[in-house]
């Protein structure tokens, strides 16, 4: 069974501090997204990661994937409340099928 | 990115009822994704609609219960059928653009309660 899991479930971290999210997949794959979902809105897609090794950067946020260990991570640099949300990893197993992560709720408090 | 404009945004339905949610593109698009997100859970994939064709289950969905309409390009609609308070969820529709990763961009969701 396919299963995408993320680690942790929950997060609350202190702003300015630095921590790291990650995505574990069971099965091949060399694409995956990072999505953030605000309470009560739909899915903002934030990273694409297309190959092994693949590492983005957007602000305060970093995305790499290692596709021999499947396993994607999302790194969060001197946290700030804005970045309070929940992040999904979303892996595709065939063109256009997504399973999505179990989801980790961050919360950033002063 | 795509504009996606999904409705309606919430209802509240009664047991043994049906609701059809509608997903309209800004533009042309060949997939379009189905997604249920259950309270305090992740995504799941019900169906891909692609136009001119029957829509492709996933496990544990099926068309007499989630039927599914394509009728062009730039819409689509779900049919929630004969609901029960187990399907209160969160239902959401994606299109993928195309280009560059394929991203799916999603629209606002429909939050459904069923009493």
């Given at each position: 069974?396919?299963?995408?899991?993320?680690?942790?479930?929950?997060?609350?971290?202190?702003?300015?501090?630095?921590?790291?999210?990650?995505?574990?997949?069971?099965?091949?794959?060399?694409?995956?997204?990072?999505?953030?979902?605000?309470?009560?809105?739909s899915?903002?897609?934030?990273?694409v990661?297309?190959?092994?090794?693949?590492?983005?950067?957007?602000?305060?946020?970093?995305?790499?994937?290692?596709?021999?260990?499947?396993?994607?991570?999302?790194?969060?640099?001197?946290?700030?409340?804005?970045?309070?949300?929940?992040?999904?990893?979303?892996?595709?197993?065939?063109?256009?099928?997504?399973?999505?992560?179990?989801?980790?709720?961050?919360?950033?408090?002063? | 990115?795509?504009?996606?404009?999904?409705?309606?945004?919430?209802?509240?339905?009664?047991?043994?009822?049906?609701?059809?949610?509608?997903?309209?593109?800004?533009?042309?698009?060949t997939?379009?994704?189905?997604?249920?997100?259950?309270?305090?859970?992740?995504?799941?994939?019900?169906?891909?609609?692609?136009?001119?064709?029957?829509?492709?289950?996933?496990?544990?969905?099926?068309?007499?219960?989630?039927?599914?309409?394509?009728?062009?390009?730039?819409?689509s609609?779900?049919t929630?059928?004969?609901?029960?308070?187990?399907?209160?969820?969160?239902?959401?529709?994606?299109?993928?653009?195309?280009?560059?990763?394929?991203?799916?961009?999603?629209?606002?969701?429909?939050?459904?309660?069923?009493?």
């Open positions: 069974e396919l299963k995408v899991e993320q680690n942790p479930l929950f997060l609350s971290m202190q702003e300015g501090k630095n921590y790291t999210i990650y995505c574990n997949y069971s099965t091949t794959s060399d694409r995956l997204y990072w999505y953030r979902q605000d309470p009560g809105k899915l903002e897609s934030l990273f990661l297309l190959s092994n090794g693949a590492v983005k950067q957007e602000g305060r946020l970093m995305a790499s994937l290692d596709t021999k260990a499947r396993l994607s991570t999302l790194h969060i640099t001197a946290a700030v409340h804005d970045l309070s949300a929940t992040y999904f990893c979303a892996v595709d197993i065939y063109p256009d099928k997504l399973i999505f992560g179990t989801g980790t709720r961050l919360q950033v408090f002063p | 990115s795509a504009v996606i404009s999904q409705k309606p945004s919430r209802d509240i339905c009664q047991r043994g009822t049906s609701l059809t949610i509608q997903c309209q593109v800004d533009s042309q698009v997939m379009m994704f189905w997604y249920r997100q259950q309270p305090g859970q992740s995504l799941t994939l019900i169906a891909t609609a692609n136009q001119g064709s029957e829509a492709t289950y996933e496990s544990g969905f099926v068309i007499d219960k989630f039927p599914i309409s394509r009728p062009n390009l730039t819409f609609t779900l929630v059928s004969n609901m029960s308070p187990e399907d209160s969820s969160i239902y959401l529709c994606s299109v993928d653009r195309g280009g560059s990763g394929n991203i799916q961009y999603f629209g606002a969701g429909t939050r459904l309660s069923v009493l």
